[in-house]
């Protein structure tokens, strides 16, 4: 999920996962998976550091705790 602001400066968070294409035609217009299209105050190239930041983010998080008797996938394989 990464955070924006709409061009009517009302605060959005958006799951980036959903995003098809920016383009900046002067504004900045992100379309969506879903044909939805959002015009945002950042830059494409701010949308796209925080797409990176919020799954590189992701990719460093420690495992999760698992509770008694539960294994990761790997453990199950091995």
């Known amino acids: 999920m990464i955070r924006l602001t709409r061009i009517n400066q009302v605060p959005l968070v958006l799951n980036s996962d ?11 217009v992100i379309a ?6 959002l015009m945002v105050m950042e830059s494409t190239d ?11 983010a992701i990719a460093h998080q ?3 705790t698992l509770g008694p ?7 199950r394989k091995g």
């Open 32 to 37: 969506l998976t879903s044909g939805q299209k």
């Open 18 to 28: 959903l995003i098809e294409h920016i383009e900046a035609t002067p504004d900045t």
């Open 69 to 75: 008797g539960q294994q990761t996938t790997a453990a």
């Open 46 to 56: 701010e949308i796209v550091q925080k797409v990176i930041d919020f799954r590189r």
């Open 62 to 64: 420690p495992e999760t």
